[in-house]
């Protein structure tokens, strides 16, 4: 019987305990309920009624913006979209400059292509072109055509085809399948698979490239020997055919059009026109060209497939502003490079020429998903990318890298005088080159040389006893150097690429390093 007793005095202390613990809680609770609420809300969840941002002080009634506040929030969301459709963008309507430049040149059919005999010179605004092999360049298109037949002839140099958001079909030439023994390309258009063609063209004639886009763009390099351009010019005018498989019982007779010389531009507008090149790409192209969140961003702003970009007069000066924002910061992007692993050596300012290390610009694997600010910053200086720039090639291909600052971190200035030592045995079985391009156009620079570049094959350049080569950047040749000297101009910037074709290990295992751009004082 006690016991029992103690038991239930224990169980009803307890209870009472539980009852008065719960009475105070709740009375905790319902002194600190927020106002307005039955319970304490966290302020986190909460909207004040002012709230101080860059864009103003914006005013909200209870969580609700007011009139003022959403037509400024409008403005800036349309403005950010804007800026994101521009470092989104930049890899189509650097393609659709391109194709334009092409057409200005009257390249309009298959057969017909733009060749550089005579190699390519300053006049020609085309980013980070090459004065030290033969162009090839042209466009198909698939729509209009049909599956389209390249011809690729034995011992032509790099290759590329790409889609119209710059994206690699396939190579050609030594780091594609034929492996410079030339062959033939099949190219289908959206909506085609090899399986459609199974017993309708002979087996193993052609390799095929699928690409996902109407319009193509296809380009070679020539290689140059005994230092002339000759031997690649004719290679390719009597090597190269481009036909529609419509045709080719029959295939016409190829078109080619000189670019040596020519004034023609190929780059991009950095003004509202980006927005009218980017366009014409969306609408030409396939619905399946682009996932759906590129083409809702890109949508978000007017510009969608199938719909007439017309923006009314606000959202017009919105475009024109966020243009400016775009260029610039693309700009800021190569100049101001923020993730250090871009830096080919430790304590060096030479960027490599992959940018993101990756030509689908994944980054880490793709564990960190799309390198957004790598692939804006690559197609605002570049055209054309490849797996074959990425990967190790021992003696096929080509390797780059980027001099764009001297050995203090300042970009380079043309009114300054510049040296950069190269060591001897250059890491290519080819050739290596400097070129100097302009900050501006990112075009080869326009002084009184027409070709701004040194090539280490074929241009008769005054030797260190180490075997190493001296270059020399400035307004004027320094006495007795001027075989060493790729002119600048002043008030003006500038940058340089150095490029190895066919490179060989000491450029992979970094026992060959070029030394930094110094500024002569």
Known sequence: MLLKKTTSTVLTLA???MLINALLISSSSAQEKTPGFNTKIPEWVLTPDKVETRLGTLEFFDGIPNE???????????LNRALQVILNGMPASNFEAGRNGHIALGQEKANQAIIFDGLMDSNSL???GNAGTVYFTTFLNLERDGPTVVEIPGGSGPGIMIDSFSRNIVDMGPPGPHRGNGGKFLVLPPGYEKADFDGIIP?????IAESRSYAVWVLLRGFLKDGKPDYSSQLFRSGIKIYPLSEAANPPEMEFIEGTGKDFNTVHAANYHFYEELHTVIDREPIEFLDPELRGLFASIGIQKGKPFAPDVRMKKILEQAAKLGNATARALFWYERNQDEFLYEGSYWKRGMIGNS??????????GRNIDARAQYFYM?????????????????????????S?????DGGKNYKLNL?????AEKFMSIVVYDSQTRSMLQTGQPYPNKNNKRDKMITNDDGSIDLYFGPKAPEGKEANWIQTVPKKGWFCLLRLYSPTEAWFDKTWRPGEIELVK
């Not at 037509?71 to 349309?78: C, G, Q, R, Y």
């Not at 087996?203 to 390799?207: D, F, M």
């Open 126 to 128: 085309f980013l980070t």
């Open 382 to 406: 570049a055209t054309f990318n490849s797996p074959a720039m990425v990967w190790k090639l021992i003696g096929k291909g080509s390797q780059s890298a980027w001099g764009y600052l001297d």
């Open 408 to 412: 203090e971190g300042n970009y380079l």
């Open 68 to 78: 003022k506040a959403a037509a400024a929030l409008f403005n800036n969301l349309d």
């Open 203 to 207: 087996q193993g004639v052609y390799t």
């Open 15 to 17: 209870t009472a305990i």
């Open 359 to 368: 030509h689908e610009y994944l980054k880490d694997q793709g564990l960190g």
């Open 423 to 427: 060591p001897g045995d250059a890491p």
